[in-house]
């Protein structure tokens, strides 16, 4: 569970191979079959819906729609058997522009501690939306969207303080630029806090501990893991041989631990087929990111991107976009993992971040490429698709991102 909350008073590269798993899917479908999977998707559907009615609303589930031109949130009900509807009248305007094409990114989307707003990155405009969540789950922007600081944001973090850090991946604006979230929902950059990157970096991921203290951002265009100590004014000060770099290729989604803040766990998305892995590193009190036990540890398979982890810190999740599939380790006290195994998405191939529920007793993730929302009942480190999953997201645009309330 990524610490990315206000507490209030009161790269392209994988981008394209989304795309092109999501391309090919449609295309190896004939027209029987279509017909078969539209019925069957229908009767689903409507089990689904039907189970909803009867079942609690627990909770609320939002995706950034990412959507060309006008970007969109995708809202979903959360139930108590871990069944998902859409939102009357979803998805919501954001205010800002999507490219709808994948940002190859991790935590496109946030929500405050209190339920009260969420912040959507609108990669189509170099903007943030800030959306008040209203009667019934329903968000509503506040105000205009405010720019990003660069070109292409593609991740968000919010710190206990109401500290913001955004991540910008475009050509001529890449780095990490600085805001203050107010009580009433505004947001304003902080002067001189922009720190910029080369272009080639292709950021992934902008996260902060659960203090607030240290932030982390990661590169995924050249495997490298960017560290820093968060000064009281908001800026940043790099550590001390940051960026480093990562255990392989293609460092993407990445987490520190809610139970001990000083462990942080990184993915190596891009070292080929069959060889995925996740890095375990311990964060010093300046920021220097060391190894932990035999790290990288593997899950003989392809591009685990999305790390989410448990909130009692003793279980990581990893999507692994290439194989259709989510790989569970056990956390051990001292950091190192044991691969637990993996459980298959159905319906999957193309899946991007996963987020447990507040509770944590499921796993929520949006499946992208097929246009798909998966559940996962969690005991342990072990997943068991709920019977109504997945739910169909909104056509259109390239979902991105996903948090729940």
Not at 131 to 156: C, D, E, H, M
Not at 291 to 307: F, K, N, R
């Amino acid at each position: 569970m990524r610490n990315r909350i206000w507490l209030a008073a009161g790269g392209s590269v994988l981008a394209a191979s989304i795309s092109l798993l999501g391309a090919a899917t449609a295309a190896s479908a004939s027209t029987a079959s279509t017909s078969t999977a539209s019925t069957s998707t229908a009767s689903t559907s409507t089990a689904s819906t039907s189970t909803a009615r009867t079942s609690t609303v627990v909770g609320y589930t939002y995706i950034d729609g990412n959507t060309a031109t006008s970007n969109t949130i995708d809202g979903f009900a959360r139930h108590a058997d871990g069944s998902v509807t859409p939102l009357p009248r979803s998805p919501f305007a954001a205010g800002g522009a999507g490219l709808g094409t994948g940002l190859a990114s991790q935590g496109a989307i946030q929500a405050t501690a209190d339920g009260r707003y969420l912040l959507a990155v609108d990669a189509g405009s170099n903007q943030i939306s800030v959306l008040r969540i209203t009667a019934g789950g329903v968000p509503v922007p506040v105000g205009q969207p405010v720019s990003s600081g660069g070109i292409k944001p593609v991740s968000v973090a919010v710190s206990p303080s109401g500290l913001v850090y955004v991540a910008n991946s475009g050509a001529g604006g890449s780095g990490y630029s600085g805001f203050r979230l107010h009580f009433d929902g505004s947001l304003t950059p902080i002067p001189g806090s922009t720190v910029t990157v080369p272009d080639s970096s292709g950021l992934g991921d902008v996260f902060f501990n659960a203090f607030g203290d240290h932030l982390i951002g990661t590169r995924t265009g050249t495997s490298e893991i960017d560290s820093f100590v968060v000064l009281p004014g908001g800026h940043l000060l790099a550590a001390e041989g940051s960026p480093f770099t990562g255990q392989g290729l293609g460092q993407l989604g990445a987490e520190f631990s809610p139970a001990r803040p000083a462990e942080l766990f990184v993915s190596n998305a891009h070292n080929g087929a069959g060889l995925g892995t996740v890095s375990a590193y311990r964060d010093s009190l300046f920021g220097q990111l060391t190894p932990i036990g035999a790290s990288p540890y593997a899950d003989g398979q392809t591009a685990p991107c999305w790390v989410e982890i448990s909130h009692d810190g003793r279980y990581l999740f990893a999507v692994n976009t290439g194989s259709g599939n989510i790989s569970s380790y056990a956390i051990s006290p001292a950091g190192s993992l044991t691969l637990i195994g993996s459980t298959p998405i159905a319906g999957g191939g193309a899946d991007i971040d996963a987020r447990l529920s507040p509770d944590g007793r499921y796993l929520l993730v949006d499946g992208s490429g097929n246009h798909i929302l998966s559940v996962f009942a969690v005991n342990g480190g072990t997943l068991t698709e709920v019977p109504s999953s997945p739910t169909p997201l909104p056509a259109g645009g390239a979902p991105a991102g996903i948090v729940n309330i």
